[in-house]
């Protein structure tokens, strides 16, 4: 018989692909600092990178507003997640919820999401619960397209052969369409999992007493630039670890797919 | 050449003794038709043919004659428009849910996710096969197709003729009565499409199944099947069903004798080439 497939080029080493972009920000950090120090930039204007860490060592409080933040998030998305694969689910196998339901997720995209944060909080008050809410909604929708889009591309011939030996609708579903599913749904979860954050800090800016939103907030207002950059360094950073994290786990489901998945 | 075509056409519509007695498949006068957006289309008109029990029967025609249609029809994935499709004298959906019918298609369609003997395992855990037994018996059938020893290997590693071999063996894993192929060889390049003609009548010869074989090739047709039912397109309907007299065991040296091309001479004329 001909060949199993030849392995493809092995990947360069971690410290192979993480020395550029390292030198890059070491370089961009020094011009930084120089700059602020022999132009005399004012601290409020822009502050010195050795400001901003002197400002992130001293502020104790930073973990108790990042914790809250993830926190909303995290429980914003997971309850996206969980409602959304099943509506998904719903939607591939009924005709009805497709075409009844669907075009509303598609809509709800269109929602100006900072528009209906002061709504949320005429319902639900200034706790957590309109921050999760805006966290779960602004995640709702690529995790229901892509996942949808995951159980629907399974492969026509299977569910035939499925079909004709008499496979039971959750067969289908458990053995082929949630499998065929699966690097969708990672896909769709990198994507959520960082717009959360991003609904979680924007609603904490409307009415909130805490989390890395009120931080911004309240740093802008004051002018304290160097704690404003403290915020959103810590933003950036959880961000990325969101997007590598899933982008992992989505690898590693999908070892099998060369290219698939969702691109916004 | 002609003459003696028409011939063997009249002698191939008396069908052979064993079918005559009990047909394993009857098709009585089955039209397909589907709606498309500009209009009906007639996939299939008036086909009546029988199939005996343990028969190799080849469907061979053109290409979009219908032949695959058909196999779905005999299979219950589509419905028929008209007429009446009878599998051991009950309807083709009963048939289906006593799994009767094992598919094979052009392409494997093996789920990427699990490995060859896994592969073979999903019509067992579908079924309900007991457990203890599964493992020992998809090992059997890979076996039987040299790739035991490609077991654990993944589809994305295995090269088109292995997969296409898990596929057959996970069509016969349960022991369906009937196995139903569409063009499963008409991916594969000749040499490979060869070895599994070779292997597919090894199979046959030890699980003695009833075979429609839809194919557009001509020698395949000749080689592997007792009868040929040739096909022609727009509406699909068959023209000829051919006999094929070559004595079996078949032999890779038959293809060059002329008995074997007076076959295939004969399925042309049949075709209109």
């Known amino acids: 018989m001909s060949d199993p497939d030849v392995q493809a080029p092995s990947e360069p080493s971690a410290w192979e692909r993480l020395l550029p972009p390292a030198l890059f920000l070491l370089f961009v950090l020094v011009v930084w600092e120089g700059a602020v120090r022999g132009l005399e930039i004012p601290k409020w204007l822009l502050p010195a990178p050795s400001a901003v860490v002197a400002r992130f060592l001293k502020m104790k409080t930073l973990w108790y507003h990042t914790g809250l933040t993830v926190m909303e998030a995290a429980a914003g998305f997971s309850l996206s997640a969980c409602l959304g694969i099943a509506l998904s689910a719903g939607i591939v196998h009924s005709r009805f919820l497709e075409r009844g339901v669907f075009p509303y997720v598609v809509v709800s995209n269109a929602i100006p999401i900072i528009a209906i944060i002061p709504l949320l909080t005429i319902w639900f008050g200034f706790g957590f619960t309109p921050k999760i809410m805006i966290a779960a909604i602004i995640s709702f929708f690529p995790i229901v397209t892509n996942t949808t889009r995951g159980f629907k591309s399974a492969d026509a011939r299977v569910l035939d052969f499925m079909r004709s030996i008499n496979a039971t609708r959750w067969q289908v579903f458990a053995k082929v369409q949630f499998p065929t599913a699966l690097p969708f749904i990672f896909a769709a979860f990198r994507i959520a999992s960082s717009l959360s954050l991003v609904g979680a800090v924007v609603a904490e800016f409307y009415g909130s007493d805490r989390g890395l939103g009120f931080l911004v907030i309240t740093s802008a207002t004051q002018l304290q630039t160097d704690l404003l950059f403290v915020a959103i360094t810590v933003l950036v950073v959880l961000g990325v670890s969101c997007f590598a994290l899933f982008g992992r786990v989505e690898r590693s489901f999908s070892a099998w797919q060369v290219e698939q998945g969702y691109q916004r | 050449?002609?003459?003696?075509?028409?011939?063997?056409?009249?002698?191939?519509?008396?069908?052979?003794?064993?079918?005559?007695?009990?047909?394993?498949?009857?098709?009585?006068?089955?039209?397909?038709?589907?709606?498309?957006?500009?209009?009906?289309?007639?996939?299939?008109?008036?086909?009546?043919?029988?199939?005996?029990?343990?028969?190799?029967?080849?469907?061979?025609?053109?290409?979009?004659?219908?032949?695959?249609?058909?196999?779905?029809?005999?299979?219950?994935?589509?419905?028929?428009?008209?007429?009446?499709?009878?599998?051991?004298?009950?309807?083709?959906?009963?048939?289906?849910?006593?799994?009767?019918?094992?598919?094979?298609?052009?392409?494997?369609?093996?789920?990427?996710?699990?490995?060859?003997?896994?592969?073979?395992?999903?019509?067992?855990?579908?079924?309900?096969?007991?457990?203890?037994?599964?493992?020992?018996?998809?090992?059997?059938?890979?076996?039987?197709?040299?790739?035991?020893?490609?077991?654990?290997?993944?589809?994305?590693?295995?090269?088109?003729?292995?997969?296409?071999?898990?596929?057959?063996?996970?069509?016969?894993?349960?022991?369906?009565?009937?196995?139903?192929?569409?063009?499963?060889?008409?991916?594969?390049?000749?040499?490979?499409?060869?070895?599994?003609?070779?292997?597919?009548?090894?199979?046959?010869?030890?699980?003695?199944?009833?075979?429609?074989?839809?194919?557009?090739?001509?020698?395949?047709?000749?080689?592997?099947?007792?009868?040929?039912?040739?096909?022609?397109?727009?509406?699909?309907?068959?023209?000829?069903?051919?006999?094929?007299?070559?004595?079996?065991?078949r032999r890779p040296e038959m293809r060059d004798t002329v008995e074997f091309l007076e076959h295939v001479h004969a399925a042309r004329e049949a075709l209109g080439l």
């Open chain 2, 1 to 249: 050449m002609r003459r003696e075509a028409a011939v063997s056409v009249q002698l191939a519509l008396g069908l052979p003794p064993e079918a005559r007695e009990a047909p394993c498949i009857r098709l009585h006068e089955v039209g397909v038709t589907f709606r498309t957006p500009r209009g009906p289309v007639e996939a299939v008109a008036e086909v009546s043919l029988e199939i005996g029990e343990r028969e190799f029967l080849a469907l061979l025609g053109p290409t979009g004659c219908g032949k695959s249609t058909l196999l779905r029809v005999i299979g219950d994935l589509t419905p028929p428009s008209r007429g009446q499709v009878e599998v051991r004298s009950g309807p083709a959906h009963a048939a289906r849910q006593r799994n009767e019918f094992g598919f094979v298609f052009q392409e494997p369609a093996l789920l990427p996710w699990r490995s060859a003997l896994e592969n073979v395992r999903l019509p067992l855990e579908v079924i309900g096969h007991p457990p203890e037994r599964r493992a020992a018996r998809c090992e059997e059938l890979l076996d039987r197709v040299g790739l035991l020893a490609f077991k654990e290997g993944f589809p994305h590693e295995l090269s088109g003729g292995m997969k296409q071999r898990v596929a057959i063996v996970r069509a016969l894993a349960w022991e369906p009565s009937i196995l139903l192929m569409d063009e499963p060889f008409s991916a594969l390049d000749e040499l490979t499409r060869n070895r599994l003609q070779e292997d597919l009548l090894a199979l046959w010869a030890v699980e003695h199944k009833t075979i429609v074989f839809v194919t557009h090739n001509i020698a395949e047709a000749v080689y592997l099947a007792d009868r040929i039912a040739v096909m022609s397109a727009r509406p699909g309907r068959i023209n000829a069903v051919l006999p094929v007299t070559l004595p079996r065991p």
